[in-house]
């Protein structure tokens, strides 16, 4: 096969990859399990991607993991895990718009919370939990008592928005950094996996 046909087809097949399905390109595939769980997150510049993305590790990679923009059909699935970026106490609108869409395939299904968010680098402290949590997640998601975590999150300025960015680089001191810790989120998804297995 020559060269040029060769890169040709290399092409053809990666792109009917890609339109294959707008979900199915970007899902990530879960471990097999006989368990239907889900962790749904929303995100500002990618940090509670990756929380989400531990948490399902820390539950052997059973959890499937949906960025909330995917718009994902989750009346299949048992568990959900939901939680996001918090800015100006907030996490993004497509979460809450996505919460309002679904809230009958969410209700009573929640098994977990988390938030990410900078807090002046600052430990979380029972005022988050309430703020975040209590107060905003749980109202927001239907959510009973359930395990939740806060994690502290990080500042990359060339994922930022513009905008952004020029703001927060006017508070002094204010530098990149990197506070989430991947141990933390898994712990935190092998105490929901626990949870769910005293149950089930």
């Not at 531990?54 to 959900?80: C, K, Q, T």
Request: aromatic letters at 10%.
């Amino acid at each position: 096969m020559k060269k040029r046909e060769f890169i040709k087809k290399g092409f053809l097949g990666i792109g009917s990859f890609f339109l294959a399905g707008k979900a199915k390109g970007l899902e990530y595939y879960p471990m097999p399990s006989d368990k239907r769980i889900a962790v749904i997150y929303a995100t500002w510049c990618g940090t509670s991607r990756d929380a989400a993305l531990w948490i399902s590790e820390g539950m052997d990679g059973i959890a499937n993991v949906f960025d909330v923009r995917e718009d994902p059909d989750i009346s299949g699935y048992d568990h959900l895990i939901i939680g996001g970026s918090i800015r100006q106490n907030k996490v993004p609108g497509q979460l809450e718009n996505f919460l309002e869409k679904n809230r009958a395939a969410v209700s009573g299904k929640v098994r977990g919370l988390f938030a990410v968010c900078g807090n002046m680098r600052q430990p979380v402290g029972n005022e988050q939990y309430r703020t975040f949590i209590q107060d905003y997640l749980a109202p927001l998601s239907g959510a009973g008592q359930v395990p939740s975590r806060i994690f502290l999150g990080r500042i990359t300025w060339g994922l930022m928005e513009p905008e952004v960015c020029e703001m927060m680089k006017k508070i002094p001191g204010m530098e990149e950094y990197d506070n989430l810790k991947r141990p933390e989120c898994m712990a935190f998804g092998r105490e929901i996996l626990d949870a769910i297995n005293k149950v089930n």
